[in-house]
C-alpha cells in the first residue's frame, strides 16, 4: 500500500507517462481491444498472465490488439501491465460500467470524484461520513449519476446526493486505488482516441 495520496498519483502518472509513449494509433487499438475485454475477467487475467510470461522470459512482446508496426518497449509493456493488474482487481460488474461510462464520456468526472475523495481520504482510518464537492456531481445527468454511484459503490464508496456527502470506509481503499488507477488508464487512451 502506498504512504499517501501524493506517492499512489506519481506512481500512475509515471505509469500513464510510458503508455503516452504509444503512438495514437496503438493506444486507440489497445482501448478497442481492452474494451472488448473489459466485462470478461477470465480473459483479462489470460491476457495479463501472457504478458507477464513473455516480460519475463525477456521474449519480444507483441500485442495482437495493436498494430504489428506499433513497437512497445519493455516499459511500455510493464506500464500496461500495471493497468491491465488494477482493471483485473475490479469486479466484471465495475468493468462493464467502466465501458458504458467511456461511451457516456463521464470518465473524466468519475476520475476527479474518486481523486479528490482519496485526495481527502487517503490516510484516514475512521469510518465517516464527509461533505462532497457538489460541484463533482452537478455535470451529470441522471442516467450518468445513477450509472457512476453504482461504479464507485461497487469498491465500498457510497454516494448520497442529499448534502451531497459519501461514507468513507478505510477498508475500502485498496479498491479504490485499484478503480483510481483503471480510470486514469481508460481516460488516457480515450483521450487518444
Same mark, same amino acid.
Given at each position: ?15 500513464? $507517462?510510458?503508455v503516452?509513449?504509444l *503512438?495514437?494509433?496503438?493506444q *486507440? *487499438? &489497445? ?5 472488448? =475485454? ?6 483479462l487475467q @489470460? &491476457? ?7 516480460l519475463d522470459? +525477456?521474449?519480444?512482446?507483441?500485442l495482437?490488439?495493436?498494430p504489428?508496426d506499433v ?6 509493456? +510493464?506500464?500496461? =501491465?500495471?493497468?491491465l ?5 475490479l *469486479?466484471e460488474? #465495475?468493468?462493464k460500467?467502466l465501458?458504458k ?5 463521464? !470518465? /473524466?468526472? #468519475?476520475?476527479?470524484?474518486v ?8 490516510l $484516514?482510518?475512521?469510518? +465517516?461520513? %464527509? /461533505? =462532497? $464537492?457538489?460541484? =463533482?456531481?452537478?455535470? !451529470? ?5 445513477? !450509472? ?6 461497487l469498491s465500498g464508496?457510497?454516494?448520497?446526493r442529499?448534502g /451531497?456527502?459519501?461514507?468513507? @470506509?478505510p @477498508?475500502t481503499? /485498496?479498491? &479504490?486505488?485499484? !478503480?483510481?488507477?483503471?480510470?486514469s %488508464?481508460? #481516460?488516457? &487512451?480515450?483521450k487518444?482516441?
Open positions: 500500500m502506498h504512504e499517501d495520496f501524493k506517492t499512489l498519483k506519481e506512481e500512475i502518472q509515471r505509469e500513464t $507517462q510510458e503516452e509513449k *503512438s495514437h494509433v496503438g *486507440s *487499438s &489497445l482501448l478497442a481491444a481492452l474494451s472488448k =475485454l473489459l466485462g470478461k475477467k477470465k480473459e @489470460d &491476457l495479463e498472465l501472457t504478458l507477464e510470461g513473455a522470459k +525477456g521474449h519480444e512482446v507483441t495482437e490488439a495493436l504489428k513497437l512497445v518497449s519493455k516499459e511500455v509493456m +510493464g506500464a500496461i =501491465l500495471y493497468f493488474g488494477a482493471l483485473t482487481e *469486479s460488474a #465495475q468493468q460500467l465501458v461510462s467511456m461511451e457516456k464520456k463521464i !470518465l /473524466p468526472v #468519475q476520475l476527479k470524484l481523486e479528490s475523495t482519496m485526495e481527502q481520504n487517503f $484516514q482510518d475512521k469510518e +465517516g461520513v %464527509f /461533505p =462532497l $464537492q457538489s460541484n =463533482l456531481l452537478s455535470s !451529470l445527468g441522471e442516467e450518468e449519476l445513477i !450509472l457512476t454511484e453504482a461504479l464507485v459503490g464508496l457510497e454516494v448520497q442529499s /451531497p456527502q459519501y461514507t468513507w @470506509d @477498508d481503499l /485498496p479498491h &479504490l486505488c485499484a !478503480l483510481y488507477a483503471g480510470l %488508464f481508460l #481516460q488516457l &487512451l480515450t487518444a482516441s
